[in-house]
């Protein structure tokens, strides 16, 4: 058994859903301080939903001239669902048919292992290097993500720490290890719209006002509407209605009034402010009585063909021998939270086909290669 796989096996069988961190980062600290790392750990949160949190670094030769490279990630996981359904213990790992099973195993305690048992490697190899060396490591990723890596990265930017380059151990390729990194997030706004009207009996329409008949135009302007073109590293940004709530739930009661919850993920092509405003306007097009309760989830964030994701590139095709694929998909991260304190950000880890399902897993021929990957960007970037 390879030095990554059994570390993986030791975190997955820490029960650590959030904001648990069921003793994962413990593990973590005490094979980082053996190779000369300084560990700090910070817990945050109320007292019932207390976070977490690592930070380790190892200073570099070159001093206050280093470059640091920060590996990030989260020892939480998300809640087993029904273990009647799991083929096996979620917190027990088994290997079974090639794959190791386990809560955690693709999302992201493999992506951890392997970045610190590269780096144990890496640091024997070059016991000199002049980059510095990071880990930056929470247990609020899957929860409200409030007191984990948004309080770390306020933390460090007040004691002056910056970041050159950050890799986040998210599980990112889709159908072989390596063929795609994400160099960036789209940001999501969500908002509830309520649209008030005048509740009466549905057999004197003419005493009422149907919110449900004010919202026809409204939804259809907003679903033709386009917000913005994207460009060369975000698709357009989308708009999308997920609840739409009306009704007392008798048949025969016109609403007083309707509620929609929509959220945006957005291009770096328009500024929450922008799409709040151009919303606003089709509305108050449309005379209609509203109100409106935003949200700003994330930012967008966009790291472009810098020193990181050639570096990473270049290891995953050393490794690989595929070209990988840069892209913005998906959902946020907490790289919305790094990219304010750091230069050059990417997402690369396992394949992510079955984060957060029933019989989680990762295929035991990618456990290597991934930690050796991440070896490769190390000597690339901090040697």
Not at 86 to 107: E, H, K, M
Not at 307 to 324: M, P, S, V
Not at 361 to 373: A, E, G, T
Request: charged letters at 20%.
């Amino acid at each position: 058994m390879s030095a990554t796989l059994e570390l993986t096996e030791a975190l997955i069988a820490c029960r650590s859903v959030t904001p648990a961190d069921g003793g994962c980062q413990d593990l973590i600290a005490q094979r980082l301080q053996a190779i000369g790392f300084h560990t700090e750990s910070v817990i945050s949160g109320p007292e019932n939903f207390q976070v977490t949190n690592l930070w380790a670094i190892k200073k570099g030769t070159a001093g206050d001239l280093a470059k640091v490279l920060m590996f990030a990630g989260h020892t939480d996981v998300v809640p087993t669902g029904p273990l009647e359904k799991w083929a096996s213990d979620p917190f027990t790992p088994t290997i079974r048919d090639g794959f190791l099973y386990g809560r955690g195993a693709a999302d992201m305690k493999t992506s951890l292992a392997a970045f610190v048992v590269a780096t144990e490697e890496f640091v024997v190899t070059h016991p000199h290097h002049t980059g510095s060396i990071a880990f930056l490591i929470t247990s609020d990723e899957e929860g409200p993500a409030k007191d984990g890596t948004v309080i770390m990265c306020d933390r460090l930017k007040k004691h002056g720490q910056h970041i050159d380059y950050c890799v986040i151990g998210e599980p990112t390729s889709v159908d072989q290890l390596g063929d795609m990194i994400k160099n960036g997030r789209r940001g999501s706004l969500s908002g509830k719209l309520e649209i008030t009207g005048i509740q009466a009996h549905i057999a004197y329409p003419h005493l009422g006002l149907n919110p449900i008949h004010l919202a026809g135009n409204v939804i259809q302007r907003l679903d033709q509407t386009e917000w913005d073109k994207g460009n060369e590293y975000f698709m357009p940004t989308s708009f999308q209605m997920s609840n739409i709530h009306a009704g007392t739930g008798a048949n025969n009661v016109i609403p007083g009034h309707l509620e929609i919850d929509f959220n945006f993920r957005f291009s770096t092509e328009s500024t929450p402010d922008q799409l709040r405003e151009r919303l606003e306007k089709i509305l108050n097009d449309e005379s209609i009585d509203y109100k409106i309760d935003w949200h700003l989830g994330a930012s967008p964030f966009i790291t472009g063909d810098g020193n990181l994701a050639n570096a990473l590139r270049k290891a995953i095709k050393a490794e690989t021998k595929i070209d990988t694929e840069l892209s913005t998909t998906g959902g946020t991260s907490d790289g919305r939270f790094i990219s304010k304190i750091c230069t050059e950000l990417v997402e690369f880890g396992p394949l992510n086909a079955t984060s957060h399902k029933i019989n989680e897993c990762v295929l035991i021929d990618d456990v290597v290669p991934l930690k050796n990957i991440y070896r490769k960007t190390l000597e690339q970037l901090v040697a």
